[in-house]
Structures are given as C-alpha cells and as structure tokens.
C-alpha cells in the first residue's frame, strides 16, 4: 500500500505576493497551488493508494470561494481517478462559532465519493486499491468538545489544559486497542508533541494549547503516525514512525531553510505473523526560496554601497525569483552614503525584496565630570586606550609615543 501524507496547506497565504491585475489575486496564491500541483501530479502518475492531508487546508477561518474552489479542483482531480483522499480538520479549518461548518464539511455534506473527512475524533476504514486501511482521526479539538463546563469549573487555564492532554491521549489509547490487527493501521493527527522543533506556527496560533508526549502518539498499533500542526519537516521516531510532514509551501523567513514537501509510505505485509514492513520517503517541492543577505559594514568602508553591491553579486544565483530580505548593519556615519537606487537596481530580478538597515550608534568616550575642553590630549587619550581594553604594558607603549607626538605639534 502507497500513501501520501502532507499538512499545512495554509491557502490564502498572501505575504511578500503581488496582485495579479489581470484575475485581482494574489501572486502567491499561485505559489501554494503550484506546490500542490506537485503533490497531486505525483499520486497520478505513481498510483497511490491513499491521501492523508493532516489539517489546515486553509490560512482563514472563513476561506474565500476562490480558495475554496481551487482547492476542491485537487481534491476532485484525486477522488475521481480513484484515489481515497481524507481530510483531517485543523485549528485554522475551525470557525470562530461552534454551530458553523468546518472549512472541509462540505465534502462530506455533499457525500463526494472517495473522499473523508474527519472534524471529530473516529476510527474509519477506507477501501483502497491496495487493501482496507484503518485511519485514527484525531483532529484539533476545541476545549469545549473535550470538556463540559463542569469538568473545566474552577480549573486554571493550565489545568485545563492538562485535562485536555490526558482526554486526547485516553482518547487515541483506547481507539488503537479497538483496531483489528490483520489490518493496516494509520494515526493522523492535528496536535503538538512535546518533542518536536516548532515552526512558523508559533506565530499563527494564539494562547495555550495541549502538548502531547511522543509515547501517547507512538504506539505499537499503528504502522505509521501522520501529523499536521508544525511547519518544520521532522521525523519524531523511526519505530512506529511518527512523521510531521510539515507545511508544503514557506509561509515566512522563520522557515527559510526548511525543506518543503511531502512524504510517500509503503506499507507491506510481514511473512507470517511478522509485524509489517513500513518505509517512508520525503518527496522535495519546489517551494518559493526565501533569501537573507546580511551586510556588516565598519566605519572604515570608503564604498559602502559597492560593499552591499558585492555582497549581493555573490547571491546573484539564488536572488531571481526569491524572496529576498537584505540586511544592513552600518555605522550611522555611512547611512547617508548608500546609493538605494543602485541596490534596489541590483535586487530587480527577485521575487519580492525588501531592505533594513540596522544603524549603530557611535557611543561617545565617558570622560567622567569633565568636558573634552578639559582634559589634556594625553588625558584623553589614555581614557580612550581603557574604553578600548588596550592591556596595561601595550597602553604604556602607546602613551610613551602619544606623549612624543603631541611634544612635537605642541613645539
């Protein structure tokens, strides 16, 4: 059995875009449907025999129609080639009001064929070209679908959300030992664990939320542990293996070194009553690059603008079509010497770019009560040798010729 398993989608991303004039949408629109173009071409052309999308189809709480409809477009383009797409609900496919449908109900409203959905935790089996799977559902769930408002009366907002981590892993213990062990068995999961290395999310959700430990997600009953929720691509265990497949398009620079895609599993069948054999491979996009040049300029730069120019020559590979942010740490004695337009010339061919320039203020020598009028040369020479932590012996040396110098403009 082949499977993909992908998360994050986050449609409606529209940062460091452009608005197209021509259909009034944003250039970076394109980019997220081109990232899934990918996807969907892949599971064409090589068979697979199921989709797990792990959460989070959508930026919005309340995703526009064309989002809507592109994203249904890729659905619909799996589903009727034969392929069992499920579909997890994230905590951005939730409405604000509990009585509201979900950003993905609607393909369970309407019953589309071969397709899932799961807004509440469940157990479904999904006929497959290569056999039935078992798929654990355990979507992001609100604090009031776990908790009524008694168990939560009194409780602080850590104890609530303590609660709630022990109902999610009660919950998913007791799903895992209902499964039927002649079958192929699968977690998919919106949710946090612990051990994990936090991505852009961090910045797109809001408040407390559970953090589940590696050992409730990794249990022996599931050949493979899918999961959505964190931006960053990482397998958290090897045995089962729980898999984070990450966000498939970059969101912002927090994930500009990350890599961007999704991953394929094989599950196959073990000799005898040996366990089955599971391997996973992680299959790269071609995710937007998101490009940081960093320029630090001293007081002594005769040039600082052919210094940013180099600095930017030597990405010149990597500037076309990137999201390019430039960083200048300058002196502010040298801010008024860069030519802008010869740097923002130089940056034409990338995507989108942006400069900031991080000035250092001088700061002036400590003199204690006295002014610079009353100090002797000598003096302040030697109180910037200190400032400077010139060691003792060297700063004797250095006075000795000092004092020679200024003998010498003084007769």
């Not at 980019?31 to 959508?58: I, P, Q, R, T």
């Not at 799996?78 to 979900?102: E, K, Q, S």
């Not at 366990?275 to 690059?289: D, G, I, L």
């Amino acid at each position: 059995m082949k499977i993909i398993h992908f998360a994050d989608l986050h449609l409606g991303v529209e940062t460091y875009g452009r608005i197209d004039p021509a259909t009034g949408l944003s250039s970076r629109l394109g980019d997220f449907l081109s990232v899934f173009d990918e996807l969907v071409d892949y599971a064409l052309e090589n068979k697979v025999d199921l989709v797990l999308f792990c959460g989070d189809a959508y930026k919005s709480r309340e995703p526009t129609q064309t989002q809507q409809r592109e994203f249904a477009r890729r659905i619909s383009r799996l589903a009727t080639a034969g392929i069992p797409v499920f579909l997890l609900t994230g905590n951005h496919d939730l409405p604000n009001a509990i009585g509201r449908a979900t950003a993905t109900e609607i393909f369970d409203t309407l019953a589309v064929k071969n397709v899932y959905v799961a807004s509440k935790p469940d157990t479904v089996k999904i006929p497959t070209p290569g056999g039935t799977i078992q798929v654990v559902a355990m979507p992001w769930l609100r604090r009031s679908s776990l908790l009524s408002r008694e168990d939560s009366k009194n409780l602080s907002l850590e104890q609530v959300t303590q609660k709630m981590q022990e109902v999610i892993t009660q919950s998913i213990s007791n799903r895992a030992a209902a499964l039927e062990p002649s079958l192929p068995a699968v977690l998919a999961a919106h949710v946090s664990v612990g051990s994990a290395k936090a991505g852009s999310e961090t910045m797109m959700s809001i408040g407390q939320e559970p953090m589940l430990l590696l050992s409730t997600v990794a249990l022996p009953a599931f050949d493979y542990i899918a999961l959505g929720h964190i931006h960053k691509q990482q397998v958290l265990s090897e045995s089962p293996p729980v898999i984070y497949a990450g966000s498939l398009e970059r969101i912002d620079f927090g994930e500009e070194n990350d890599a961007k895609g999704f991953y394929v599993i094989d599950i196959l069948p073990g000799a005898g009553d040996d366990k089955r054999q599971v391997s996973f491979e992680f299959r790269h996009v071609k995710a937007r690059r998101f490009l940081t040049i960093k320029v630090d300029l001293d007081g002594e730069e005769t040039d600082p603008t052919y210094a940013v120019l180099n600095a930017i020559n030597k990405k010149t590979e990597k500037v076309g079509e990137s999201i390019v942010r430039l960083v200048i740490t300058l002196p502010s004695s040298l801010e008024s010497q860069l030519r802008n337009n010869e740097i923002k010339d130089a940056l034409k061919e990338a995507y989108n770019f942006s400069i900031a320039r991080e000035i250092r203020r001088e700061t002036r020598l400590r003199l204690g009560s006295r002014s610079a009028e009353e100090i002797t040369p000598l003096e302040g020479l030697k109180n910037y040798l200190e400032a400077q932590q010139i060691s003792p012996e060297r700063q004797k040396v250095l006075l000795e010729y000092g004092e020679k110098m200024i003998e010498g403009t003084e007769t």
